[in-house]
């Protein structure tokens, strides 16, 4: 889903930057209220785990791939403007570091992955919660939902932007049924992957799931043969609950995954690429501006061996990502810090 450069001409190109200079400067101000101690290092993490799972590429149909957009997992864990900004640094670091997604097309894929997902997603999340019984259980499947359309939903939003400024002369049906066609496919693996992660964090610190948070399911005991509620136990305050253990949890997954199991992801090209191929959408597509970049392609330069090559680059971007994203977090979480009106503002319930 990554557009480079040339898919899409300069007024579109630019007219879609400012509107994504808008989003993440909305996201920066609605962040406040979502990040407080616990929750703004965590941000840093799903950004840089994010940029990991997107090195995964997994197969979906013959001779085409897809890899996890991210946005619905952003959104859930941490929150719909917490997510916009925890993709659109993943997409600065893969852009420029990486040559992945071209730089003029910058606004262009951050309106597509880190807008558009979020906002579907994370409506289709909330439209469940409100339908389904209060439980883990039903975060999951809206957490399911949301991701599944998520991804389409992004193949929409690129179909709109290549119909309004399309470099190349290809009927816009042909674009629409190809791109969403195939982003379906996709969708299920974003779906898997992200009711998986959410699921596993619930699991061990709900309460650092921005999705969950007001659902905790109370504790049954069997008295007599039926199931009663357990006595509630005293609240342990938030802050006292370290993120610590967490945090280096995750840390270690996505430099694992970055730095060793990509190396067994797919090599067919992605949704996008695929359809840019087969309906000549590519046919003007321009040289990154980064193509020299010592990380270009996800490999170092001058390293050989492509097993290490490709894990050390895994490994130099999930430590870029994380140092930017945690830079970001906590100059927001500080901005919030001197902001009475955000501090005093309570995190919206899921319920």
Known sequence: MHVPDGFIDAPVSVAAGVAATAAVAVSLRGARRELDERTAPLAGLVAAFIFAVQMLNFPVAAGTSGHLLGGALAAILVGPYTGVLCVSVVLLMQGILFADGGLTALGVNILNMAVVTVLVSYAVFRALLKLLPSGRRSVTVAAFAGALLSVPGAAVMFTLLYALGGTTDVPIGKVFTAMVGVHVLIGIGE????????AAVIAVRPDLVHGARGLATPLKLRVGGELVDAPAAAPVPAAARSTRKLWLTGLATALVLAGFVSFYASA????LEKVAADKGIDSKVQEHAAADSPLADYGVKDVDDARLSGGLAGVI????????????FWAVRRRRAQDPAASSTAAPSAG
């Open 268 to 271: 067919s090209p992605d949704g």
């Open 317 to 328: 971007g999930v430590g870029a990502t994380i140092a930017v994203g945690s830079g970001v």
């Open 191 to 198: 779906a898997l992957i992200t009711t998986a992660t959410v």
